[in-house]
């Protein structure tokens, strides 16, 4: 079992930046890719950035590519998301999860991870 515990979230203006940080605990954390994905009210939840076990590989949904930013510490067990010019769009439940998987094309799934966190609440106000 993976334990994901999200922090950081809250209420910003547009334009603020703001990181999400999601903790990891239960298993050896350099094994697992790691997701940041996002619900709205009314909304499928949505892929939002996603990076490789080692950190050397990033990705991202075209709606925060270059205002987004994810990262890893495998040494802290913590996964980042650094999210700058935030839009009233970007209002939402994030999530952070895990999968044991290497495909990097199914990193944006949300079917294949294996682990959630409970979320953290993001509100961008105009």
């Known amino acids: 079992q993976v334990q994901l515990v999200e922090s950081g979230g809250g209420l910003v203006q547009t334009g603020d930046s703001l990181r999400l940080s999601c903790a990891a605990s239960?298993?050896?954390?350099?094994?697992?890719?790691m997701g940041w994905f996002r619900q709205a009210p009314g909304k499928e939840r949505e892929f939002v950035a996603a990076i490789s076990q080692s950190g050397s590989s990033t990705y991202y949904a075209d709606s925060v590519k270059g205002r987004f930013t994810i990262s890893r510490d495998n040494a802290k067990n913590t996964v980042y998301l650094q999210m700058n010019s935030l839009k009233p769009e970007d209002t939402a439940v994030y999530y952070c999860?895990?999968?044991?998987?290497?495909?990097?094309?199914?990193?944006?799934?949300?079917?294949?991870?294996?682990?959630w966190g409970r979320g953290t609440q993001l509100t961008v106000s105009s």
């Open positions: 999860a895990a999968q044991i998987g290497r495909n990097h094309a199914r990193f944006p799934v949300p079917g294949a991870y294996d682990y």
């Open positions: 239960g298993r050896t954390f350099s094994n697992y890719a």
